[in-house]
């Protein structure tokens, strides 16, 4: 479905209206969707949809996932959420999962955002080189 200029333009006002101290805001989030739903402007459902798209990636971009071969001991867990708060700002979701796969080392994934700085990459790395 194609979307209008102007559903995108009135998506992405809605979407900065949701942004409170550059963290998303669920509260405000939901009134705005009532809001709209009840007032049924025109082409609130392409409107609705973009705003929709711009909440995915806003979500995925302040989710972060941290994979490591071994389980990581709650210091160096609280030391990772640190630093890629500090990177990435407040309000980032971190997961950490296993992968026995690396072998050693962290994979990060922040949104777009890839970090591996794992065993299994590095010789990925030097296979190709050969």
Known sequence: M???KQARRDGKELFRSCIVNGVLD???VRQI?????QAKPRGYIETLSHFERLLK??????TARVESAVPLTPDIQAEVTSKLGKIYGQGLNVSFSQNPA???GLRIKVGS???DGSVQARLEDLVESF
């Open 57 to 62: 990636l806003e979500v995925e971009r302040r």
């Open 26 to 28: 669920e509260k405000r």
């Open 102 to 104: 690396l072998l050693g």
């Open 2 to 4: 194609k979307i209008s």
């Open 33 to 37: 969707v009532g809001k709209v739903i």
């Open 113 to 115: 955002d890839v970090y």
